[in-house]
């Protein structure tokens, strides 16, 4: 069996990924210019394979790709998982004409739901990789013993070249939180939390609908990932590049070397390019194609784009990255524009196994981020306003 160093020296991996590197340093105008080629390539390739494309539209990024997409002439629909969106994000995709997926359906012919997805697999916290990690080490069996070994000890089996050390380890902050399902198997002692946690929310309630839509109209997506978003996604946009062409996976990112200042400022480009041409999109007019969710983009002191409110948005109940935002964070601003779906999202949105109710706010708690109205400093500026 080919080890994954093995793969990673025949496919000139380190190779692949300092060329990526330095595109990422091309100035901002070099950056358009890359994409935009990436773009009219990928679409070369789609008419020379005889499928249809489409951009998969969630946040301002992929909004930005969409508008950046049409400016250039590629005039392709957007697919959307909008029910699961702001409501910020849901106006203007129905302002672009953004389609709207329908949910799936589980075993018993019910469609998922955001409160029945968390319920069955877990919540989405930390990040997708993590999250994934968590997952295996509470659902361990035969088959997954070598990489439930390399989490809790960065160890690797044979197809990982047997080597030690390795990122595949969680950190030990979360291994300290979330390891205690190895105590017995590793000798260590580690603690569990009495929740379930879960990478899946994403793939039941946004990637499967569109994988459906996208097969029935055989079509492949551009999608507005980035590698500097770091993650999987930088691991895999480093070694495969912007298009990516395969007998099971089709796909554009064509900005995959943008920053987010990149992303920020051609979002403003595009924003004034709607307002040109708003008329080809619909019937509606919006204020801006950003989403109220994210507030404002704006300069600060240095001279640097930022969002003067959420950096990212996506699914309400979605807590990826909550761990690195400062306050005030996503669940801040819900309470103060939605205090009724806070209070769901909080307390309520799932049942343990006595049938008692409980939600973000058990999690939060076990990973160290405050919650409370009480510590929010929205509240705080309202009532300095109201006085």
Not at 22 to 29: D, F, M
Not at 127 to 145: D, H
Request: net charge neutral; glycine share 8%.
């Amino acid at each position: 069996m080919e080890s994954i160093i093995e793969r990673n020296k025949r496919i000139g991996a380190d190779d692949k990924r300092n060329a990526f590197i330095i595109k990422q340093h091309l100035p901002y105008e070099l950056k358009k210019q890359h994409a935009a080629i990436r773009a009219r390539e990928f679409v070369d390739l789609c008419n020379e394979h005889g499928k249809n494309y489409h951009v998969s539209v969630g946040g301002l990024d992929s909004i930005t790709l969409f508008l950046f997409l049409h400016s250039i002439g590629i005039r392709c629909p957007g697919v959307s998982a909008s029910y699961l969106e702001d409501r910020g994000n849901q106006a203007v995709h129905k302002a672009l004409g953004i389609i709207s997926v329908v949910p799936v359906k589980n075993k018993d012919g019910k469609s998922y739901t955001k409160t029945s997805v968390i319920q069955e697999f877990g919540f989405p916290v930390l990040s997708k990789e993590i999250a994934a990690k968590i997952e295996l080490l509470q659902n361990p069996s035969e088959k997954n013993a070598t990489v439930r070994h390399a989490i809790i000890t960065g160890e690797t089996g044979e197809y990982g070249g047997n080597r030690k050390n390795t990122r595949m380890k969680m950190s030990q902050k979360w291994l300290e939180k979330f390891g205690g399902y190895e105590n017995e198997n590793e000798g260590v002692n580690y603690g569990t939390p009495d929740f379930k946690v879960s990478s899946k929310c994403c793939y039941y309630l946004k990637e499967k609908p569109c994988d459906l839509w996208a097969k029935e109209h055989d079509s492949v997506p551009f999608v507005g990932l980035m590698a500097s978003e770091g993650g999987r996604r930088q691991k895999s946009l480093m070694v495969n590049g912007c298009n990516y062409w395969s007998e099971g996976t089709q796909r554009s990112a064509p900005f995959a070397i943008f920053s987010r200042q990149d992303i920020l400022k051609l979002a403003l480009e595009m924003d004034k390019y709607y307002h040109e041409h708003w008329k080809e999109f619909g019937d509606e007019e919006i204020a801006s194609i950003i989403p109220s969710a994210y507030g404002e983009i704006a300069t600060d002191k240095n001279g640097e784009l930022y969002t003067t409110k959420a950096k990212r948005t996506g699914c309400s109940m979605c807590g990826f990255g909550i761990h690195l935002e400062k306050r005030p964070h996503r669940f801040d601003y819900k309470y103060m524009d939605n205090p009724k779906e806070w209070n769901y999202l909080m307390f309520s949105m799932c049942k343990d196994e006595k049938g008692e109710s409980y939600g973000w706010s058990k999690v939060l708690d076990y990973i160290g981020v405050d919650w409370r109205p009480e510590t929010n400093p929205l509240c705080a500026e309202r009532s300095e306003d109201e006085q």
